[in-house]
């Protein structure tokens, strides 16, 4: 079994910045992909970012040229740094990790959610 736990949400104006972290642990052979999804009131969750084992990342349009994922494969972390945050990046913030376990199985689970809210 694998838990994820996050970090870093919170409030902050428009233009400020925010970093999430989730930590993995518990059976865990190898992480394969890491990323960050989102949940807006009345919205299905999306994708924000991803970062495979190899460093190779991928964003959401929405997201380009604010936010950086990051991992430290060392620690089974992922990271999110959002800058220049707008009102509309307010939501939850999932983590979600792929990988396989030490059974040889392969795994997904997702973090408890950190709620990041963007206002003035």
């Known amino acids: 079994q694998v838990q994820l736990v996050e970090s870093g949400g919170g409030s902050v104006q428009p233009g400020g910045s925010l970093r999430l972290s989730c930590a993995a642990s518990?059976?865990?052979?190898?992480?394969?992909?890491m990323g960050w999804y989102r949940q807006a009131p009345g919205k299905q969750r999306e994708l924000v970012a991803t970062i495979i084992s190899g460093g190779s990342t991928n964003y959401a349009d929405s997201v380009k040229g604010r936010f950086t994922i990051s991992r430290d494969n060392a620690k089974n972390m992922v990271y999110l740094q959002m800058n220049s945050l707008k009102p509309e990046d307010t939501a939850v913030y999932y983590c979600?990790?792929?990988?396989?376990?030490?059974?040889?199985?392969?795994?997904?689970?997702w973090g408890q959610g950190s709620q990041v809210t963007v206002s003035s």
């Open positions: 518990g059976s865990i052979f190898s992480i394969n992909v």
């Open positions: 979600k990790v792929n990988g396989v376990g030490s059974s040889h199985r392969p795994f997904g689970s």
